[in-house]
Nanobody, 115 residues
């Protein structure tokens, strides 16, 4: 049974930083790991993803501010968020996709950025 547990969300002032973590348990051979977010009344959107080969993609809105990384030994995915803006406020989710196309989601962690 694969489980993804996010942590690290919270309330921060604009310009501040947070680091989100997504700890994976169970056997999963992921080829793609990503962070998504969903703001109230909006669709869930991709923030950043990381492929097993090492390539990374970022949404234009977070380029230069957010960094996705992974600690393979700890089986944990991270999202370092700097220079946060009120428009970054959302529930953030991690998602792992394995070699046969199965995807797993975490439960989400709330990030609130005050102006």
């Amino acid at each position: 049974q694969v489980q993804l547990v996010e942590s690290g969300g919270g309330l921060v002032q604009a310009g501040g930083s947070l680091r989100l973590s997504c700890a994976a348990s169970g056997s999963i051979f992921s080829i793609r790991m990503g962070w998504y977010r969903q703001a109230p009344g909006k669709q869930r959107e991709l923030v950043a993803d990381l492929f097993s080969g090492g390539s990374r993609n970022y949404a234009d809105s977070v380029k230069g501010r957010f960094t996705i990384s992974r600690d393979t030994a700890k089986n944990t995915l991270y999202l370092q968020m700097n220079s946060l803006k009120p428009e970054d406020t959302a529930v953030y989710y991690c998602k792992y996709t394995n070699y046969v196309g199965q995807s797993y989601w975490g439960q989400g962690t709330q990030v609130t950025v005050s102006s």
